[in-house]
Nanobody, 119 residues
Framework: QVQLVGSGGGLVQPGGSLRLSCVTSGNIFSIYAMGWYRQAPGKQRELVAA???????NYASSVKGRFTISRDNAKNTVYLKMNSLKPEDTAVYYCNYQFGLRSSPRGSWGQGTQVTVSS
């Protein structure tokens, strides 16, 4: 079973930055696209950003220009650099793998990592 372990969340002031990391196990990293998702209280989980194995990316319009997704295939790790954070970015962030940039996630959801943007 593929494990997805995210980290890097925390409390940050509006306008601040964070970098999330997600390490995967299993022989899936070089095959699949990787995505970061988030779920705010009372809202559905949504795709934030995805990156293909070739480095091509897809972003939600709400984060475009502020967030950057990247991957290190040698380390089986996907990153999400978040700049200019806003209170509405507050959510639990999850990573997952998928066939393509806009495909549905394939794996089980882990615990996620909490991001709180507040002054």
């Amino acid at each position: 079973q593929v494990q997805l372990v995210g980290s890097g969340g925390g409390l940050v002031q509006p306008g601040g930055s964070l970098r999330l990391s997600c390490v995967t196990s299993g022989n899936i990293f070089s095959i699949y696209a990787m995505g970061w998702y988030r779920q705010a209280p009372g809202k559905q989980r949504e795709l934030v950003a995805a990156v293909n194995s070739d480095g091509s990316t897809n972003y939600a319009s709400s984060v475009k220009g502020r967030f950057t997704i990247s991957r290190d295939n040698a380390k089986n790790t996907v990153y999400l650099k978040m700049n200019s954070l806003k209170p509405e970015d507050t959510a639990v962030y999850y990573c997952n793998y998928q066939f393509g940039l806009r495909s549905s996630p394939r794996g089980s959801w882990g615990q996620g990592t909490q991001v709180t943007v507040s002054s």
